[in-house]
């Protein structure tokens, strides 16, 4: 069976075709599907005219946020509730093609794969759009080595237990190839068409960029340092402390020279640095020791069998 869910915010335009085209393309599979929307709190007639949709079309479910919660949220909500061997998930802007789902399908039937994520190798986008993924991808590539052409393609198809997995939120959905990568999950790709938009109006802008960028940090210490954050946070306090001794003994060198000290800012910096870098190392000293023992006691938690 296989689920596909698509995550709708103020799409009222596009709908109607969508699903037109969407069914054409299942019928041609020859697989049991359902299909869930899940309306992100839009503020047209979206969830109105999917409600016409699920009249019609029995493989139809509808899931709808009181208000805006965001990509993440809604594809998690979508995982939560879906109930086939294998999860699509694609955008209903039709600018992701829902015939190409077959070439994902073919794709995870080569090898042993856990997620495929297309690829808009010919994309049809403004110039904006285009340098900021490419911006977006070069530096995500840089910082965890997995070599893919396009993280943020809407176009992806799971394994149910790689869906079941993924706990999205906030800009999450960005990097869910990594998500699922980082949890031992097998990632690839492939060329998809990618059409032109249509319909409505983008929702991403330019200002994207400056949205990614704190992502691509949280994503970084999650990925990283979730498990050891006194690697971050150690050597990041080891780094200030050093740099303070550094100042402060300079410093002491001329008060030992007879030259008055006491009013230069360098001295209050020199004294930052230090007390910021204790701070820093302590903090990680600590978070360290109560992620220890929460993982003691997870593990006791979770253990289902036991001679004792």
Known sequence: MLSIVVAAYNEEESLNNFHKELVASIKKFGWDCEIIFVDDGSTDGSLEILKEIEKRDKSVKIFSFRKNSGKAEALTLGFQKEKGDYVVTLDADLQDKPKEIFKL???IKEGNWDVVCGWRKERNDSIVKIISSKFFNFITSIFWGLKLHDYNCGLKLYSKEAAKSLN???G???FIPLLAHDQGFT?????VEH???RYGKSKYGFSKIWKDLPDIFT???LSKYSKKPFHFFGVA???FVLLGVIILGYLSYLHFQGIAIGQRPLLFFGMLLVISGFQLFFTGFLADLIINIYSKRQKDFNLKYSTE
Request: hydrophobic share 45%.
């Open 237 to 239: 306090g080891e780094i």
């Open 187 to 191: 990632v690839t790709e492939v060329a």
């Open 172 to 174: 999450m959905h960005r």
């Open 219 to 221: 994503m970084l210490f």
């Open 168 to 170: 999205l939120y906030g």
């Open 105 to 107: 399908l073919e794709k």
């Open 195 to 197: 059409d032109e938009r």
